[in-house]
Nanobody, 124 residues
Framework: QVQLVESGGGLVQAGGSLRLSCAAS????????MAWFRQAPGKEREFVAA????????NYADSVKGRFTISKDNAKNTMSLQMNSLKPEDTAVYYC?????????????????WGQGTQVTVSV
């Protein structure tokens, strides 16, 4: 059973930066596609960014392109999301997800394992 633990969330002013991390254990991390999703109050969970098993293919939601960067370190079983130029509309709980298929997919149902989430709040 794969376990995912997010860290790095917090409160930041608009225009600031945060770096989220996801630590994985209990599975074949190097074979998994990984992603970040987020969910704001009253809204559905939405795709943010994804990376394939090897770390050489990525996908981003249009709303974060050019501001967020996803990366994966198979040697350390970790994944990160560098978030720059944050906006109040980025406020949400951010979830780490792992998919056995290994691709950088964008749908919730493509992922088999989920973390508990970390809160990101961006103030005006």
């Amino acid at each position: 059973q794969v376990q995912l633990v997010e860290s790095g969330g917090g409160l930041v002013q608009a225009g600031g930066s945060l770096r989220l991390s996801c630590a994985a254990s209990g599975g074949s991390f190097s074979n998994y596609g990984m992603a970040w999703f987020r969910q704001a109050p009253g809204k559905e969970r939405e795709f943010v960014a994804a990376i394939n098993w090897r770390g050489d293919s990525t996908n981003y939601a249009d709303s974060v392109k050019g501001r967020f960067t996803i990366s994966k370190d198979n040697a350390k079983n970790t994944m990160s999301l560098q978030m720059n130029s944050l906006k109040p509309e980025d406020t949400a709980v951010y979830y780490c997800a792992a998919g056995r298929a290994g691709f950088a997919r964008t749908q919730v149902w493509d992922y088999n394992y989920w973390g508990q989430g970390t809160q990101v709040t961006v103030s005006v």
